[in-house]
Structures are given as C-alpha cells and as structure tokens.
C-alpha cells in the first residue's frame, strides 16, 4: 500500500509539474509586453486587453500566437502610442512581425531587437527615434522588411546589415544619417530612395575609392 500510495503522489506531482511549466515561454513573453505597455502612454485604450494575470498574452488584443501559444505578430501601427521602445521585446524569440510604425515613440531603437531570431518585418517608421542604428540587427538573419524611414536616426549605417541575405526592403530616408552608404551585399539592389533626405549622408560607399569610416560630419 506503501508503495502505492508513493506511485500515485509521484504521477500528481508530475501532472503538477507538466501543468505549471508549460506556460513558462508564454508568462515571459507576456511579462516581456507587459513592459512595453507600462512604458508607453495608451490615449485611446488600444492596450486596455493586456491583463498581466492571464495565463498568456494570445488573448489580449492586438498579438498575434502560434499553435504553442508562442506570439508571432504585433500589431499597433498608428495605435497613437507615445513612449519609448523596451528592450524586453527581445525575448520574443518567435515574433515574426513587429508593426509599431506610425505612433509618437521617442528614444533608441533598443539593440536587444537583434535577438529576434524569427523576425520577417520590422516597422518602426514615422516615430520619433533617436540614436544610431544598432549593428545587432544584422543577426536577424530572416529579416525581409526593415522600415526606419521618419525618425531622428543618427550615426551611420552599420555595415554589417548588408549580411541580410533576405533583406527585400531597406528604408531609412528621412533621419539624420552621416557617412556614407554599403552597397554591397545585400545593399546592392536598393535604390538610392532608401536612403534619401538624410542631409549629412554624403551618398554611396565607393569600393575602393571611398573607405566607408570616413568622411561627413559623424
């Protein structure tokens, strides 16, 4: 009966364990929104679903999950938003698209984004971000959309990104760039509109001729 009685508290404990722990990704990735709610300003109530007390966040509005109840998606383009970007976003590591273009966010494009590992689109247009381009999103190797266009960027434009070997859109007109432009990798099929109205951008990196470290007033 001993023995029994053992087997059975082993095999609650085990349903226990399996029951508690499978939420785990998806409670960091709720905590991981949950603190980009607490530093943004929500006027109109967009993120009034969030609930941090539910299991996960594929309930709340605006998020997007897969079958694991892993979130995929966010979406608050022109939600009129206004705050910073946290750098918590970048444990979701199945998010696919990240849509925040449109609002009134301010502050640095947080270089923890590079974690991102599933990501296909980043659209952080018409913000009002500040600070340099961070060279980590190079390593979003699946990365095809990255819009930045209308913002207050600085810096230069991290040579590294012409490793996205699946980069399909590249926008960064309308900042504040300096120095010269990669043109190659990646780089090599964009048109000079993705980099236009940048008034200390000297124009494209000439191989050979133009190192890209120097020049402009960086």
Known sequence: MKIWAMFRLLAAFLLLSTTFSAPANTNLEGDALYALRRAVKDPNGVLESWDPTLVDPCTWFHVTCDTDNRVTRLDLGNAKLSGSLVPELGKLERLQYLELYMNNLVGPVPEELGGLKSLLSLDLYHNNLTGSIPS??????????????SNNLTGRIPRELT???????????NNDLCGTFPTSGSFSKLSEESFKNNPRLEGPELMGFVRYDVGGSC
């Open 163 to 173: 490793k996205l070997g699946n980069l399909k859109i590249f926008d960064v007109s």
């Open 136 to 149: 980590s999103l190079s390593k979003l190797s699946n990365l095809k959309f990255l819009r930045l266009n």
